[in-house]
T-cell receptor, first 114, second 113 residues
């Protein structure tokens, strides 16, 4: 298995632009999580899905952030409009219910908003 | 949600055994204890998971006392490449209220030659 695949690996954009981050979870995993990591706030859970349905989005910072999971093999996290304070590394993770072994994280997308 | 407390940082030397203890006083009956390792510019990586007593794999051992209010990750004979942040988390792998993993600050382990 190729693991959790995220794209792009790096993204540099100007303030006010729309940014879309992509994630392909491991096949067969029914949970998908989006995290954000910064030096100041550490790893923050933004939102998670179960069987493609958003379960908890209480960590989404503002209405500028939205996430979708149109099918079991794809999810997006969109920021519109982007702001410099959104600069962070965004991780996607997936897991299978009841599987001992925890989450599998992707390599992350480093977002820089200038 | 169960909250975990662990030391902010630890120092060690190559070849030593390192034990990182984590407190989780409010752990729920269905919660498992999971440890992750994170290197700079990478996502967290699963190390070990357990429910009670002792679990051992090729990387580490996890010791959990009977009351399950704490756990200890043991790394035998660390090397420079073990320098990383180690996170202790609790959650229910079968779903439920504690399904989502909330990461704390983790423990930065610095291994010196």
């Amino acid at each position: 298995d190729a693991g959790v695949i995220q794209s792009p690996r790096h993204e540099v954009t100007e303030m006010g632009q729309e940014v879309t981050l992509r994630c392909k979870p491991i096949s067969g995993h029914d949970y998908l999580f989006w995290y954000r990591q910064t030096m100041m706030r550490g790893l923050e859970l933004l939102i998670y899905f179960n069987n493609n349905v958003p379960i908890d989005d209480s960590g989404m910072p503002e209405d500028r952030f939205s996430a979708k999971m149109p099918n079991a093999s794809f999810s997006t996290l969109k920021i519109q409009p982007s702001e410099p304070r959104d600069s962070a590394v965004y991780f996607c993770a997936s897991r299978r219910t009841g599987e001992v072994g925890g989450y599998t994280f992707g390599s992350g997308t480093r977002l820089t908003v200038v | 949600l169960a909250k975990t407390t662990q030391p902010i940082s630890m120092d060690s030397y190559e070849g030593q055994e390192v034990n990182i203890t984590c407190s989780h006083n409010n752990i729920a009956t269905n919660d498992y204890i999971t440890w992750y390792q994170q290197f700079p510019s990478q996502g967290p990586r699963f190390i070990i998971q357990g429910y009670k007593t002792k679990v051992t794999n090729e990387v580490a051992s996890l010791f959990i006392p009977a009351d399950r209010k704490s756990s200890t990750l043991s790394l035998p004979r660390v090397s420079l490449s073990d320098t990383a942040v180690y996170y202790c988390l609790v959650g229910d792998p079968w779903g439920g209220a504690t399904n989502k993993l909330i990461f704390g600050t983790g423990t930065l382990l610095a291994v010196q030659p």
